[in-house]
């Protein structure tokens, strides 16, 4: 049999703290190896379609290919800082086309999530470029109304005040105590002068003032994962989650009952194939996908 480039193993092999092959050493479909047999598809963006501005070798080929086979499929990306449009442009501009409708964002998520739960006006704490993927949803404005019917969180950077902050924190004490939607729970962020703080502290901070607990939409958190599936209308068992974070995505993905796959590709260390347990499976990186899918994963 022809050497694959991927590895899996199943629940058997879990107790063993190593992986049982090498990393990069390939096995065959045999029956109990292959951990999933997926319908659809989730993909992380960053890392695994492209990194550092320039796609990943092979990936044009394999999102080719999952649009070709007519799989059904999301892109996931915790992106909050731009809207959906820019996302398109900024692949297109590395010469790979993706529909809108495929890229699920936490503004995305978040108005999704609004649509179907509140009625009345949304508090957006968000950066003003992302406003546009909410789309139709009537936004608070304090001078027109008394209470908000949700309060949205984002990353306002340095547009942080006290008065913005304590004004959320006020929303929220409404008697009729609307939501709390954070658009991910990242801690912090690099920038050129330095570290700074990202969406998490300030979600963190009206949590706790308030006693209630966010929904986050972004990854790791479970309603994330749970909004890609049902604008799937997939089942958690028969789809894949394919990252190169092993925390954030593959993690993330397999408590919210989606089996993940590990790309090396992107943030991927080694030391991830030491986790206990180790990821279940692990791709050189996506342009393996196509290969596995039609040798392992359809194989019925
Ligand atoms: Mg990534």
Known sequence: ?????????????????????????GVHCGKRIVPVRPR?????????????????????????WIEDRGIPHRFLTNTSSRPRRAIVDKL??????????????????????????????????????????????????????????????????????????????????NDARPPLLALGM?????????????VGPFVKALEYAT??????????????FHAALHALDASQKETLMIGDDRVGDVEGAEAAGIPGALVRTGKFSPSDLDADPPPSLVFDSIADLPGWWEDCASAR
Do not use: C
């Not at 990242?186 to 990202?198: E, N």
């Open 1 to 25: 049999m022809p050497q694959a480039r991927y590895h899996g193993f199943d629940a058997s092999d879990r107790p063993q703290r190593k992986p049982p092959r090498a990393p990069g050493a």
């Open 40 to 64: 659809s598809l989730l993909v992380d963006l960053d890392g695994v379609v492209y990194q550092e501005g320039h796609l990943v070798d092979g990936a044009a080929e394999a999102v080719a």
């Open 92 to 173: 297109g501009d590395m010469g790979l086309r993706v529909d809108a409708e495929h890229i699920l964002t936490p503004p995305v998520a978040a108005a999704d999530w609004l649509r179907g739960r509140v009625d009345g006006p949304v508090a957006l704490f968000v950066n003003e470029v992302t406003w546009e993927d909410f789309g139709d949803i009537a936004r608070f404005d304090e001078a027109k109304h008394r209470r908000a019917a949700a309060v949205v969180i984002g990353d306002l950077g340095e547009d942080w005040t006290f008065a913005r902050l304590n004004q959320a924190f006020g929303l929220l004490m």
């Open 186 to 198: 990242t801690r912090y962020w690099r920038t050129g002068g330095g570290l700074q703080l990202d």
């Open 211 to 224: 006693g209630t607990e966010a929904v986050v939409l972004g990854k790791p958190a479970p309603e994330f």
